[in-house]
Nanobody, 125 residues
Framework: QVQLEESGGGLVQAGGSLRLSCAAS?????????MGWFRQAPGKEREFVGA????????WYADSVEGRFTISRDRPKNTMYLQMNSLKPDDTAVYYC?????????????????WGQGTQVTVSS
């Protein structure tokens, strides 16, 4: 089993920054797992934010966050980060991290077997 725990959410003014962390643990987790970030705003469906191949060879971002958000991984710590800059009120959502041994399409939520509980990000105008 794999456990994921997000942290780093909070309240920030528009234009500000936050860094989310996703700590992975569990006997079967390895640094080669594909990992991604998704978010869900009130009344909306969950949407893809960004993801990174386990190999680190490729990273994808949603158009809405491209150039503002950056994903990184600290493999010895089994932790993935989401650096969020130039935040907008539309970025307000619960942010979830997800992981899978080998996801076919990292943009699709159902490709991931493991999910965290989420962390709230609120951006005030």
């Amino acid at each position: 089993q794999v456990q994921l725990e997000e942290s780093g959410g909070g309240l920030v003014q528009a234009g500000g920054s936050l860094r989310l962390s996703c700590a992975a643990s569990g006997r079967t987790f390895s640094s080669t797992y594909d990992m991604g970030w998704f978010r869900q705003a009130p009344g909306k469906e969950r949407e893809f934010v960004g993801a990174m191949r386990g190999s680190g060879s490729r990273t994808w971002y949603a158009d809405s966050v491209e150039g503002r958000f950056t994903i990184s991984r600290d493999r010895p710590k089994n932790t993935m980060y989401l650096q969020m800059n130039s935040l907008k009120p539309d970025d307000t959502a619960v942010y979830y991290c997800a992981a899978d041994r080998s996801a076919l399409n990292l943009r699709v939520g159902r490709q991931y077997a493991y999910w965290g509980q989420g962390t709230q990000v609120t951006v005030s105008s």
